[in-house]
T-cell receptor
């Protein structure tokens, strides 16, 4: 059983650019959630995908978008990057609930926007 | 709006001393509560959830609906307990986790 993997591990972008982050779910999991973790803060929910459809969204603007593929891997896209987008981005996979199934987190992608 | 509050950024205890990490929440309804832990250089992982009523690594947490609290406790701290601990909640029939800001636990010899 392979765990959740994310790529790249870290990257640097400039303000106004676009970025794509990738996540490979744990084997057998069909739900993926994305979180943003700013320095000194807890993770904040961005959105969740279940069977390739968005299944809930947090308080993030539309320039944060995502995709889930038939193999349940996922992408997070952020357009028009702002300095405040600098953070650790975590993805977590799980089996569809209810009840709430355990979410397994990846190691994260650290994004720095200059 | 749902909210999780962890009042202590850092908690330092001696090995063998009792540990209590505080967590209070606000939520209109019946949420599910969790504790997640992140050891140094490792990924975030689930420690325990209130619905399971388990004791993991000697830690327990009781949901107090009257006080809207879910404090994490361990009677005797071990050095390997040093880590960042996050309290989180989600709707009973949902997967969206709302996290607190975390408490860094440091167990000193």
């Amino acid at each position: 059983e392979t765990g959740v993997t994310q790529s790249p591990t870290h990257l640097i972008k400039t303000r106004g650019q676009q970025v794509t982050l990738r996540c490979s779910s744990q084997s057998g999991h069909n739900t993926v959630s994305w979180y943003q973790q700013a320095l000194g803060q807890g993770p904040q929910f961005i959105f969740q995908y279940y069977r390739e459809e968005e299944n809930g969204r947090g308080n993030f603007p539309p320039r944060f978008s995502g995709l889930q593929f038939p193999n349940y891997s996922s992408e997070l896209n952020v357009n028009a990057l702002e300095l405040d987008d600098s953070a650790l981005y975590l993805c977590a996979s799980s089996l569809e609930g209810p009840p709430q199934e355990t979410q397994y987190f990846g190691p994260g992608t650290r994004l720095l926007v200059l | 709006a749902q909210r999780v509050t962890q009042p202590e950024k850092l908690l330092s205890v001696f090995k063998g001393a009792p540990v209590e990490l505080k967590c209070n929440y606000s939520y209109s309804g019946s949420p599910e509560l969790f504790w997640y832990v992140q050891y140094s250089r490792q990924r975030l992982q689930l420690l325990l959830r209130h619905i399971s009523r388990e004791s993991i690594k000697g830690f327990t947490a009781d949901l107090n609906k009257g006080e809207t609290s879910f404090h994490l406790k361990k009677p005797f701290a071990q050095e390997e307990d040093s880590a960042m601990y996050y309290c989180a909640l989600s709707p009973l029939r949902g997967n969206k986790l709302t996290f607190g800001t975390g408490t860094q636990l440091k167990v000193e010899l």
